[in-house]
């Protein structure tokens, strides 16, 4: 098993920045790659960055690329999503999650944190 747990969301003006972190326990976590995602109400989880298990290989969508940096630490069994550059539309409550391959697909994802929301205003 993997616990998940994400920290950092808030609220945050347009063009402010927000880093939200995501501590990890369990089995071997580090061996997963690791993942970002976002959603609003009434729509599909949406992908926001992935990472290898090495932190040697990322992507992001492309509505956050530039913007955001996903990264890892192992040692700290820490995953980070480094916000910049906010925008209203990045109002979502974020969720990290593991999975044993880099994918940008929900499916692919084992294990999942409760959330955390990050409201950006106007």
């Known amino acids: 098993q993997v616990q998940l747990v994400e920290s950092g969301g808030g609220l945050v003006q347009a063009g402010g920045s927000l880093r939200l972190s995501c501590a990890a326990s369990?089995?071997?976590?580090?061996?997963?790659?690791m993942g970002w995602f976002r959603q609003v109400p009434g729509k599909e989880r949406e992908f926001v960055a992935a990472?290898?298990?090495?932190?040697?290989?990322?992507f992001h969508a492309d509505s956050v690329k530039g913007r955001f940096t996903i990264s890892r630490d192992n040692a700290k069994n820490t995953l980070y999503l480094q916000m910049n550059s906010l925008k209203p539309e990045d109002t979502a409550v974020y969720f990290c999650a593991a999975a044993p391959t880099l994918d940008s697909s929900s499916a692919i994802y084992d294990y999942w944190g409760q959330g955390t929301q990050v409201t950006v205003s106007s």
């Open positions: 369990g089995r071997t976590v580090s061996s997963y790659a």
């Open positions: 990472i290898s298990w090495s932190g040697s290989t990322t």
